[in-house]
């Protein structure tokens, strides 16, 4: 069984930053595309940002890129959202995929508060 199991969200000042993790078990992770994708309050998922499976490409959504940092360690079935200048916009919670765009299994996610 797929499971995604999200950590690090939290309350955070505009400008600040955080380091969302994703453990995922159940499949062979390096095989995988590794998305993140969020929903904002009232609002449907939004694809975040995607980490390729054989060469590590990253792709990002527009309003995060120069902000937001994807990678992935291999070895520990682990994939990272780094988030720094956060802005109130980016107020969601955030889910991990496995897949590219807003994947086929998602976890629970870990909810990111941007608020002075």
């Known amino acids: 069984e797929v499971q995604l199991v999200e950590s690090g969200g939290g309350l955070v000042q505009p400008g600040g930053s955080l380091r969302l993790s994703c453990a995922a078990s159940g499949f062979t992770f390096r095989k995988y595309h590794m998305s993140w994708v969020r929903q904002a309050p009232g609002k449907g998922l939004e694809w975040v940002s995607t980490?390729?499976?054989?060469?590590?490409?990253?792709y990002y959504e527009d309003s995060v890129k120069g902000r937001f940092t994807i990678s992935r360690d291999n070895a520990k079935n682990t994939v990272f959202l780094q988030l720094n200048s956060l802005k109130t916009e980016d107020t969601a919670m955030y889910y991990c995929a496995q897949g590219g765009g807003l994947g086929r299994v998602r976890g629970q996610g870990t909810q990111v508060t941007v608020s002075s």
């Open positions: 980490v390729n499976a054989d060469d590590g490409s990253t």
